[in-house]
């Protein structure tokens, strides 16, 4: 007692000396959640698309295993589109430019009507695949009637696929993949701006990636498809697929800012390595969307992925590419941060060390203000998760156990200072940023301290103690979830 009554006298010392050199603190946020989805939360769908309405409920599409027809299921929970029961768009006819596959469909509700946007092709050439649109004007998609479908015109007849539509600045942009005449790749991304919503200004289009790295070319001539947009931090970022669509495939990330013309190829620029890609029992992740939370805040990525390696009997027809979703993070530098798969059955994943092995705990379940963290291996208890919330560009992080935050807990500037738990207060103490270190995996930088959380003495037992250090990218400081 005489500890913690002695760490909180230091405390106020130091919560004076942030006062005294008017250190701005960022207000508390709305309450976040503990994200707990059980992956895959849907078996046997491919290239998901998952939209949030006003309504409250989840719209989730997806290609299914035959490609012959586009279906729709809704959820007031991500986890409970598993269990949703799908309804029929529409399906296939047995003849004529839309019977052979039906693919990738992205859900968009625009202008008080419900659209899916997909690619079709047909049953004689089933690789001849052009864009299509189909409308619903119910204010419940999975009642009422869709239209027929239509074509999307993009200006130049050739294999073209993945459409999705995203609105920046009040303008409606439509992207999409499509075979170029210029090369011998597979595919390149391509974005044009919409003048309704089921037509583009195809004189406005342009293309904003090729293939270009030999991680895009793995298994495949070239490929960059898929594209999934989103508009944060003041940027315009879409995500995109690359490689054979087995193991090798996986993300890159294409950035713009708002502010920019993005109409104008020289506004993108492209990341040199892949953001998300086989790990952890999680094999092929790729070509999905991004959603949020049920709290309406916490940013969501949702992909698909295999179980296994070796698709059987190809790629293309091995049914068994499940939807999967799980937390997206944002970097110290504003970028989205994906980092690994989580591992199939993993619920509330924790941090855990590269070094250690092992996961940051609430150790000996101290739900006392002061109480230090520790390394211990990895489980499912409660002292092992935790929430991370987003609150103007930092992150604070929060015990499930101990409903504490993780805190420099001195306000401490000294290498090697204590961190532990305190109750939540919004304190520069409590923000932490994460640092993108490759390959998924990350640092985490506290605000007050400028230093970064470190396993200090390079210990792998149990109970090593953690404490903070100068950044420096080493074993010791790289995280992951799960």
Same mark, same amino acid.
């Given at each position: 007692?005489s500890?913690?009554?002695?760490r909180a006298?230091?405390r106020?010392?130091?919560? =004076?000396a942030?006062a005294l050199?008017a250190?701005?603190?960022v207000?508390?946020?709305?309450?976040?959640?503990?994200?707990?989805?059980p992956?895959p939360?849907v078996? !046997? $769908?491919?290239d998901p698309?998952?939209?949030k309405?006003?309504?409250g @409920? +989840? @719209?989730?599409t997806a290609?299914?295993?035959?490609y012959?027809r586009?279906?729709? /299921?809704?959820?007031?929970?991500?986890?409970?589109?598993?269990?949703?029961?799908?309804v029929?768009?529409?399906?296939?006819p047995?003849s004529?430019p839309?019977s052979g596959?039906?693919w990738?469909?992205?859900i968009?509700y625009?202008d008080?009507?419900?659209?899916?946007?997909?690619? #079709?092709?047909?049953?004689t050439? $089933?690789f001849a695949?052009r864009l299509?649109w189909v409308r619903?004007?119910?204010? *419940?998609?999975?009642?009422?009637t869709w239209?027929?479908?239509?074509?999307?015109?993009?200006?130049?007849?050739s294999?073209?696929?993945?459409?999705?539509?995203?609105?920046?600045?009040?303008t409606?942009?439509f992207?999409?993949s499509q *075979?170029?005449?210029?090369?011998?790749?597979n595919s390149?991304t391509?974005l044009a701006?919409?003048?309704?919503?089921t037509t583009?200004?195809?004189a406005?289009a342009?293309?904003?990636a090729?293939?270009?790295?030999a991680?895009?070319?793995e298994?495949? /001539?070239?490929?960059?498809e898929g594209?999934m947009?989103l508009?944060?931090?003041?940027?315009?970022f879409?995500?995109?697929?690359?490689?054979?669509?087995?193991?090798?495939?996986?993300?890159g990330?294409?950035s713009a800012?708002?502010?920019?013309?993005?109409l104008d190829?020289a506004?993108w620029?492209?990341?040199?390595?892949?953001v998300?890609q086989?790990?952890?029992?999680? +094999?092929?992740?790729?070509?999905?969307?991004f959603?949020?939370?049920?709290d309406g805040?916490?940013?969501? =990525?949702?992909?698909h #992925?295999?179980?296994?390696?070796?698709p059987?009997p190809?790629?293309l027809t091995d049914p068994?590419?499940?939807?999967?979703?799980?937390? =997206?993070?944002w970097?110290?530098?504003?970028e989205?941060f994906?980092?690994?798969p989580?591992?199939?059955g993993?619920?509330?994943?924790? %941090? $855990?060390?590269?070094?250690?092995d092992?996961?940051v705990?609430?150790?000996?379940?101290?739900t006392a203000?002061?109480?230090?963290?520790?390394?211990?291996? &990895?489980?499912?208890?409660?002292? !092992?998760?935790?929430e991370f919330?987003?609150?103007g560009? @930092?992150?604070? %992080?929060?015990n499930l156990? #101990?409903?504490k &935050?993780?805190?420099?807990?001195?306000?401490s500037? #000294?290498?090697n200072? *204590?961190?532990?738990l305190?109750? &939540?207060?919004g304190?520069v103490?409590?923000?932490?940023?994460?640092?993108?270190?490759?390959?998924?995996?990350f640092s985490?930088?506290?605000?007050?301290?400028?230093?970064?959380?470190?396993?200090?003495e390079?210990d792998r037992?149990?109970g090593a $103690?953690?404490?903070m250090y100068?950044?420096?990218?080493?074993?010791?400081q790289l995280?992951r979830?799960?």
């Amino acid at each position: 007692m005489s500890n913690i009554l002695s760490r909180a006298r230091r405390r106020a010392v130091a919560a =004076l000396a942030v006062a005294l050199t008017a250190v701005a603190l960022v207000p508390a946020s709305a309450e976040a959640q503990f994200i707990d989805v059980p992956n895959p939360i849907v078996e !046997q $769908r491919a290239d998901p698309a998952i939209y949030k309405h006003t309504d409250g @409920y +989840y @719209y989730m599409t997806a290609s299914v295993p035959d490609y012959k027809r586009l279906e729709l /299921r809704r959820s007031q929970t991500l986890a409970g589109l598993g269990s949703a029961t799908p309804v029929t768009a529409f399906t296939a006819p047995s003849s004529g430019p839309l019977s052979g596959w039906t693919w990738a469909p992205d859900i968009q509700y625009i202008d008080g009507a419900w659209y899916m946007y997909f690619s #079709a092709s047909p049953n004689t050439a $089933r690789f001849a695949q052009r864009l299509y649109w189909v409308r619903n004007t119910s204010a *419940d998609p999975t009642t009422g009637t869709w239209s027929e479908p239509q074509r999307m015109t993009t200006g130049r007849e050739s294999f073209q696929l993945d459409p999705a539509s995203f609105v920046v600045n009040g303008t409606r942009y439509f992207t999409w993949s499509q *075979d170029s005449p210029d090369t011998n790749f597979n595919s390149h991304t391509y974005l044009a701006r919409m003048t309704s919503p089921t037509t583009i200004d195809t004189a406005t289009a342009i293309e904003i990636a090729r293939p270009t790295h030999a991680w895009e070319m793995e298994g495949v /001539r070239g490929v960059v498809e898929g594209p999934m947009p989103l508009v944060k931090n003041g940027k315009v970022f879409i995500a995109y697929s690359a490689s054979a669509t087995d193991s090798r495939y996986k993300l890159g990330l294409l950035s713009a800012p708002v502010s920019a013309n993005l109409l104008d190829p020289a506004s993108w620029t492209k990341k040199p390595t892949p953001v998300f890609q086989t790990a952890n029992g999680v +094999y092929g992740p790729g070509h999905g969307s991004f959603t949020v939370a049920e709290d309406g805040v916490t940013d969501m =990525l949702v992909f698909h #992925a295999r179980d296994y390696a070796t698709p059987t009997p190809d790629a293309l027809t091995d049914p068994n590419r499940h939807t999967r979703v799980q937390q =997206l993070y944002w970097s110290d530098t504003g970028e989205p941060f994906f980092g690994q798969p989580i591992a199939t059955g993993a619920r509330q994943p924790g %941090i $855990r060390g590269q070094f250690s092995d092992k996961c940051v705990d609430d150790y000996g379940w101290n739900t006392a203000n002061g109480a230090l963290v520790r390394l211990y291996t &990895c489980n499912d208890y409660a002292v !092992q998760k935790w929430e991370f919330t987003y609150v103007g560009g @930092y992150y604070r %992080i929060k015990n499930l156990h #101990a409903a504490k &935050c993780l805190d420099n807990l001195d306000g401490s500037t #000294a290498l090697n200072a *204590d961190v532990g738990l305190w109750t &939540c207060n919004g304190h520069v103490n409590q923000d932490w940023s994460i640092i993108d270190r490759g390959n998924g995996w990350f640092s985490l930088r506290n605000r007050a301290s400028g230093l970064c959380l470190d396993n200090y003495e390079w210990d792998r037992s149990n109970g090593a $103690r953690l404490s903070m250090y100068t950044c420096n990218g080493l074993g010791a400081q790289l995280w992951r979830r799960g």
